[in-house]
């Protein structure tokens, strides 16, 4: 268990409503991030954080933000959320970047619903 | 084109089978190579790395193959509780994680 862990765990919401995931982690990992999963896609990366307050686009960021203004805590917004927004987003964080010996942690993830 | 493509699958073998997952990237400049477990509703996990010169973990065995840039997972005597999805991960940059898009493995009795 590498302490990882996300909030809330389901949430339903409205089309058009700000949405904020939290991802809170204890093992002070420097690099953090958000992934999506949805059936025949495998996880895509949203954004991801190489420490507090730097952060960089993955392959879906359209739609959404992050913050990390600790070293713990990595949290995801959709501004305004739309039902192509409705999916599974996971939190991960390794150590030190992606080496050989690396291994990712990820949260428990989070199901959202935007109807 | 994808960063990380996968066979689809899904596979569907019997227990005790080998069975074998191929997976393809498209950055030359990838420098590291995981393959990790997500069984249904849960998070993926770690499986295993893979070395350049392969590797073998118990029943499992992972090679890579930079010239064509593709690498592979090998399960051997294959058990039920084998049964997952199968996801290639490459890291493509600095800290970019990028995963494909999965192969499920069902192990039949």
């Known amino acids: 268990d590498a302490g990882i862990t996300q909030s809330p765990r389901h949430k339903v919401t409205e089309t058009g409503t700000p949405v904020t995931l939290r991802c809170h982690q204890t093992?002070?990992?420097?690099?953090m991030y958000w992934y999506r999963q949805d059936p025949g896609h495998g996880l895509r990366l949203i954004h991801y954080?190489?420490?507090?307050?730097?952060?960089d686009k993955g392959e879906v960021s359209d739609g959404y933000s992050v913050s990390r203004s600790k070293t713990e805590d990595f949290l995801l917004t959709l501004e305004s959320a739309t039902s192509s927004q409705t999916s599974v987003y996971f939190c991960?964080?390794?150590?030190?970047?992606?080496?050989?010996?690396?291994?990712?942690?990820f949260g428990q993830g989070t199901r959202l619903t935007v109807v | 084109r994808k960063e990380v493509e996968q066979d689809p699958g899904p596979f569907n073998v019997p227990e005790g089978a080998t069975v074998a997952f191929n997976c393809t990237y498209s950055?030359?400049?990838?420098?590291?190579f995981f393959w990790y477990r997500q069984d249904c509703r849960k998070e993926p996990k770690l499986l295993m790395s893979?070395?350049?010169s392969g590797n073998e973990d118990g029943r499992f065995t992972a090679q890579l193959n930079r010239a064509s840039q593709y690498i592979s997972l090998l399960i051997r005597d294959s058990k039920l509780s084998d049964s997952a999805t199968y996801l290639c991960v490459v890291n493509v940059g600095a800290s970019k994680i990028i995963f494909g898009s999965g192969t499920r493995l069902s192990i039949r009795p």
């Open positions: 893979v070395y350049s």
């Open positions: 954080s190489y420490g507090v307050k730097d952060t």
């Open positions: 950055n030359s400049a990838s420098q590291s």
């Open positions: 991960a964080a390794t150590p030190e970047g992606v080496s050989m010996n690396t291994e990712a942690f």
């Open positions: 093992e002070n990992h420097r690099y």
